[in-house]
């Protein structure tokens, strides 16, 4: 059967941690196209995107500010996606929990919008530290959250988390995490990074320069060990967004997507370790599910010091 072409239906999805790519949005050319997540999204959304279980080493979740592929969170075995907004006439007009929002403001005594609530989650799951702590609850459950009990713990979350749904969206880093440098020549040659062991070689000063054509002609100086490595739940973001490239042109647009790319994970590991200062406190005083209407669960393997539940 042909199908005409409507070049509208092409649009932007995020296939992966900090990769955008475009799909042909036609029934005919997509296996699982979907329909309730495309119809949850309408025009304009943000979800968190997580695993149910076997959660791996990095953040417990990740932002996408476009529809994302189901398999994004890691790049296989899928996950739930959880949009923000909910764009139907009935409802709060958001997919937070009835009593969520109004339990935080009972307990800091002022309201929180659902977007704050939205990236304090993020900031909490994202924190260096979380997947550590909570590794044996993560192997069959999704991510809790520990809400703070103070306001100004909440705030703090949810501005780091604004920043991170910022990058994750694609934003551009700030200039204190452009470190990485271009070196040697790229005009006329191709991406072809080698295996990972070879691919990041460490320097005197503590960080890395990444091979990135076959000759060795053109390098990414300046890479930090902990951006080389940093994951998503065993997906190495860096890696594989170049490894998705091999073969590609090396031209300015391409080097210039590479140095932003690199400037998001080194900003991205950054408050990731400022989460983990704000989960520790939010650990030393967390909101129980009872604040919020939510039915109590079993005691988590790894309890909380102070007996109360991640909500």
């Known amino acids: 059967m042909r ?19 475009f799909t042909y949005n036609v029934r005919e050319y997509i296996d699982f196209p979907k329909p309730d997540l495309q119809a949850a999204w309408a025009h304009l959304n943000v979800a968190l995107i997580a ?11 990740w932002a996408h500010s476009m529809v994302p592929d189901q398999h994004s969170f890691r790049g296989s075995t899928g996950g739930w996606v959880f949009p923000l907004w909910n764009h139907a006439g009935e409802g709060a007009g958001h997919f937070l ?8 403001a009972r307990a800091y005594g002022q309201a929180v919008s659902a977007e704050q609530t939205f990236d304090a989650i993020l900031a909490l799951l994202s924190a260096t530290s979380y997947t550590n702590r909570f590794g044996r609850d993560l192997e069959n459950d999704f991510p809790h959250v520990p809400f703070p009990s103070e306001l100004a713990v909440f ?29 040697g020549e790229g005009g006329g040659r191709t991406l072809a990074v080698p295996t990972p062991r070879n691919a990041w070689v460490q320097t005197d000063d503590g960080a890395g320069t990444v091979r990135l054509t076959s000759d060795q002609a053109l390098r990414l100086t300046g890479v930090s060990a902990r951006a080389w490595t940093f994951s998503v739940s065993g997906y190495p973001v860096l890696y594989k ?20 790319t690199v400037g998001r994970i080194e900003e991205i590991v950054s408050l990731c370790d400022s989460a983990d200062a704000v989960l520790a406190e939010a650990l030393a005083g967390t909101l ?16 909380l010091e102070d007996g109360d539940e991640p909500a």
């Open 3 to 21: 199908v005409h072409f409507d070049a509208t239906r092409i649009e932007p999805v995020s296939y992966r941690p900090l990769d955008r790519r």
């Open 97 to 104: 929990a009835d009593g969520v929002l109004s339990g935080l």
């Open 288 to 303: 129980g599910r009872d604040r919020f209407g939510l039915p109590a669960r079993r005691a988590p393997a790894a309890a």
């Open 155 to 183: 705030q703090r979350a949810a501005a780091i988390g604004s920043r991170l749904r910022a990058l994750q969206g694609l934003a551009l880093p700030g200039d204190a995490f452009r470190t990485a440098r271009l070196e």
């Open 241 to 260: 967004w170049l490894k998705a490239r091999d073969g590609e042109p090396i031209d300015r647009t391409q080097q210039r997507d590479l140095l932003d």
């Open 51 to 61: 695993k149910n279980d076997g959660t791996g080493l990095g953040p417990g979740a």
